[in-house]
């Protein structure tokens, strides 16, 4: 039997992964099992606006995974992001890198505006001219910066998980910005998951509070290999307006 995908149905599938956005590791207690891959990933959580720190830079994911042969399969993909000063996004970046359709290697690159001030989001095909509207995430309480959220919650998982473990790696510039790193191992023991041996997975993140987003992450877990995700190329400057309107050619959805 085969299946006919058309771009219209896998831009479907690419404003859900859009709008659901996913943490890596989100499935399970351990993360996302043996077969994970996580080829694309979001600067920050969805739904939050981020005013004042505009920038523009390339979103890079690289991942690596060493069979039990000896053999490596790599996989690399980037993405152009932007943000301006009122916390409009924009993300340039091919349904291939998305996971939208594994191996297949001609798939048309989309592109998502959120703009929370018009409290719209928006998909656009630009093979086809088109744009999926839909609503705009609203954040709850704003709280604390993702940074001090996500070390709360390592806290939290220590107090009650000894297999949990989380130190600081203090502060370093990655591209130009500077950014504190954190790194949180946790260990399978024996037996958990049928292993024979204990696992360690080891997941850095380095946050940029300036620019109030990872600008590294790096995810290691022998099960499914080596994610980085890093940005690079970043810029401060404002992103012209433009980048965050649908063209007037282009029909809405």
Request: charged share 25%.
């Amino acid at each position: 039997m085969s299946i006919r995908v058309t771009a219209a149905s896998l831009l479907a599938v690419a404003v859900c992964l859009f709008a659901q956005n996913p943490p890596p590791g989100g499935r399970g207690r351990f993360g996302g099992g043996p077969n994970a891959r996580f080829l694309g990933a979001e600067a920050g959580p969805p739904g939050r606006v981020v005013r004042n720190a505009p920038y523009s830079a390339e979103m890079i994911t690289e991942s690596t995974q060493t069979l039990a042969d000896g053999n490596h399969i790599r996989q690399s993909t980037t993405a152009r992001v932007f943000r301006d000063s009122e916390g409009r996004t924009r993300t340039e970046q091919s349904l291939k890198g998305l996971g939208a359709v594994a191996g297949n290697t001609d798939l048309p690159n989309v592109i998502f505006i959120g703009d929370p001030v018009a409290g719209t989001t928006y998909a656009l095909n630009p093979s086809a001219r088109t744009a999926t509207k839909r609503g705009w995430m609203r954040p709850g309480r704003s709280g604390p910066p993702p940074a001090d959220r996500a070390a709360q919650k390592a806290r939290r998982r220590e107090s009650v998980d000894a297999n949990v473990k989380t130190e600081s790696l203090g502060r370093q510039t990655i591209d130009g910005v500077a950014a504190d790193g954190t790194r949180t191992t946790t260990t399978i023991p024996a037996g958990e998951l049928g292993n024979e041996q204990p696992i360690q997975i080891v997941t850095e993140r380095w946050y940029s509070p300036d620019l109030q987003i990872f600008v590294l992450t790096r995810r290691s877990d022998p099960r499914s290999g080596e994610t980085i995700t890093r940005f690079a190329n970043i810029s401060r400057a404002e992103p012209a307006r433009t980048l965050f309107e649908v063209p007037a050619d282009y029909k809405v959805n």
